[in-house]
C-alpha cells in the first residue's frame, strides 16, 4: 500500500497525480477530509433523485454510521464466494494509494452481502448476486462525534482536479438543497402471505422430523408481500426506522432500481484487530404494555426450556466455529435478555482473541448460517429449508455488512428485512423450530418479526 501525507484533498489528488507517468498512467486513490456535523439519513436523503448507487450502515449502539454513495469498483462471486472476495479485495488493496491520515473506518471500504444459499433462484431476486460488495464513490463515516468524508477516484493525467474537486464536494449543496422529508409518501394497499393452513402444515413437518431424530432444529420463515399505492420512498422508511430502531443495525444496499433492507439486531461477528465480537441471539418473546408485564415475560423467556433450547443450539455451534481461529474465547455461561421495540430476544455474547492469520471472511465462512437463522445439522437444516420452505431466501437471514483496508469489519445477518422492487415490498421473517414447537406460537412469533419493517414501511400491524 502506497502512502501520501495528509492534506487537503486538491492536495491529496495533486501530489497523487504528480506520481503519474508513462509506466503508469492512471492511479486509484482513496483521500480522506474531516467535515461538520452532518445527519447521515439528510445525507441518504439528498442522493434521493439521482440514479446513483447508496447503501447505509448503522452499528447497534447508534455511534457508527456509514453511508455509500455512487459504486467506484463492484467485488462479486458465485462458488467460494468468501474467499473470493477476501482474494480481490486483498488484491484491490495493493494498487490503491491511501492518504496517510485515513483514520479508522475511513478510507477505502467495502459494504455490501451475500446471499442465505450459494445459489440464488427465482426472477424475484435476479438482480442479487450470492457475493457482493461495493466500494463506493463518497463515503460518510460518523465515528461518535467525528465525520468524515472518503472519496475514491481513478486519477491520469488528463484528470481536472480543480473540476474532479468541486464534483467531489458538490454534495454539501446537494445536502443544503434537501427537503423536508415528503409526508405524501407511499401508502399501504395489501399484504398477501402464506396462509395458516400451509404454515401448520410446514411446521408440522418439521416437528415430526425433528422428533424422529433427523433434525435438531431447523429455522423456517415466510415471506409477506406488500404492495404501495406508490414507488416507496426508501429515505422515509429510513427516517423511520432510524427514530424506533435504535438498537439494530440498519443496512440498506440498492441493486438497479431495487433496494435490499435490514433492520436486525443479530449481529454474525465484529473483527477489530484480533478482538472478535459474535452474537448468540436466539429465542424471543414480545413486550409487555406495562412494566410489570415486561419484566415478567423477560422472566419466562428466561426460564422457557423450549426457548433456552433454540438458543443452546446457536451458541454451542458458534463456540465450535470460532475456536480453530482462535487463540481464545469466552462465553458467559448463561443468555440475558435483549431487548427490541417490538420484542425481546435470549443474548449471548461470544469474545475472542483471534490467530494473527484469521480474516473476517474466514469467519463469516465458518459461522453462516449459524442455528439462528438454518438449523442444527447444518448441512441438514440448510437442504430442508430449500427443500420445504415455499420461497426464495435471497439475501435473506444472510451476512450483510462491511470490511475495512485494515481488516477490521462487522458482519450483521439479514433478518428483519425485506427486498423493495418500487411499488411492492417482500418482508421476511422466520423462527427457530425445535421438538416443542407449536404452529401458532410459532406464527404470532413471525408476526412480532415483521412489526418492524413494516412499521417503518407505513404498514399498521398491531
Ligand atoms: C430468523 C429470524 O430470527 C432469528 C433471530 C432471533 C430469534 C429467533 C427465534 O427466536 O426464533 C430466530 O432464530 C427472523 O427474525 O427472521
Ligand atoms: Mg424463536
Known amino acids: 500500500m502506497l502512502q501520501t501525507k495528509q492534506l487537503q484533498i486538491y492536495e491529496q489528488l495533486s501530489m497523487a497525480k ?22 447521515p439519513v439528510d445525507y441518504f436523503t439528498a442522493f434521493e433523485h439521482e440514479q446513483t448507487h447508496r447503501m447505509f450502515w448503522k452499528d447497534t449502539t447508534d455511534t457508527t454510521y456509514y453511508v455509500g454513495i455512487g459504486v467506484h469498483k463492484v467485488f462479486q462471486a458465485n462458488q467460494d464466494r468468501f474467499a473470493t472476495i477476501k482474494n480481490q479485495w486483498k488484491r484491490f488493496l495493493n494498487d490503491i494509494m491511501i492518504s496517510d491520515d485515513v483514520k479508522k473506518e475511513t ?13 440464488i433462484k427465482g426472477e424475484k431476486w435476479a438482480n442479487f448476486k450470492p457475493g ?20 475514491n477516484v ?49 411446521i408440522n413437518e418439521a416437528v415430526e422430523t425433528i422428533k424422529r431424530g433427523d433434525l435438531g432444529k431447523v429455522v423456517l420463515a415466510r415471506e409477506l408481500n406488500a404492495k404501495f399505492n406508490q414507488d416507496i420512498n426508501i429515505s422515509v422508511v429510513l427516517k423511520r426506522l ?19 433492507i435490514s433492520a436486525t439486531p443479530e449481529r454474525l461477528v465484529r473483527v477489530q484487530g484480533r478482538d ?28 422457557d426450556e423450549k426457548n433456552l433450547n433454540e438458543h443452546d443450539y446457536v451458541v454451542r455451534m458458534i463456540k ?13 455461561e448463561k443468555p440475558v435478555i435483549y431487548p427490541l421495540r417490538a420484542l425481546q430476544h435470549l443474548y449471548t455474547p461470544v469474545t475472542a482473541t483471534l490467530k494473527s492469520t484469521t480474516s473476517i471472511f474466514d469467519l463469516i465462512e465458518r459461522l453462516h448460517p449459524t442455528p439462528a437463522l438454518g438449523g442444527e445439522p447444518r448441512d441438514k437444516a440448510i437442504k430442508y429449508i430449500e427443500e420445504e420452505e415455499p420461497f426464495e431466501r435471497g439475501w435473506y437471514a444472510a451476512p450483510i455488512g462491511w470490511i475495512d483496508h485494515e481488516g477490521n469489519g462487522e458482519f450483521a ?23 416443542d414447537s407449536v404452529p401458532d406460537a410459532e406464527f404470532e412469533e413471525t408476526k412480532l418479526k415483521f412489526t418492524p419493517m413494516l412499521d417503518a414501511l407505513g404498514g399498521v400491524t398491531r
Open 413 to 435: 445477518v439479514a433478518i428483519r428485512s425485506g427486498l423493495i422492487q418500487h411499488d411492492q415490498a417482500t418482508l421476511f421473517a422466520g423462527c427457530g423450530i425445535v421438538a
Open 320 to 332: 465450535d466455529a470460532i475456536e480453530p481461529l482462535s487463540e481464545t474465547v469466552d462465553i458467559p
Open 132 to 151: 457482493q460488495m461495493v466500494l463506493p464513490k463518497m463515503m460518510l463515516t460518523v465515528n461518535h462525534d467525528s465525520y468524515y468524508m472518503t472519496y
Open 154 to 202: 481513478q486519477l491520469s493525467q488528463e484528470t481536472d482536479l480543480d473540476l474532479l474537486v468541486s464534483e467531489l464536494e458538490g454534495w454539501h449543496d446537494k445536502v443544503q438543497e434537501t427537503k423536508e422529508y415528503d409526508a405524501n409518501t407511499h401508502s399501504l394497499q395489501s399484504l398477501n402471505s402464506l396462509d395458516y393452513g400451509e404454515w401448520e402444515k410446514l
Open 242 to 260: 432510524e427514530l424506533q430502531q435504535s438498537d439494530s443495525y440498519i443496512f440498506i444496499f440498492d441493486q438497479g432500481d431495487e433496494t435490499f
Open 276 to 303: 472478535l465480537l459474535s452474537t448468540c441471539l436466539a429465542g424471543t418473546t414480545g413486550r409487555g404494555q406495562i412494566e410489570s408485564e415486561d419484566d415478567l415475560l423477560a422472566w419466562q423467556l428466561l426460564n
Open 107 to 119: 478510507g477505502p471500504l467495502l459494504f455490501g452481502g451475500f446471499s442465505f444459499n450459494e445459489n
Open 18 to 39: 504528480e506520481q503519474l507517468n508513462e509506466q503508469q498512467p492512471t492511479q486509484q486513490v482513496s483521500v480522506v477530509e474531516p467535515i461538520d456535523p452532518i445527519n
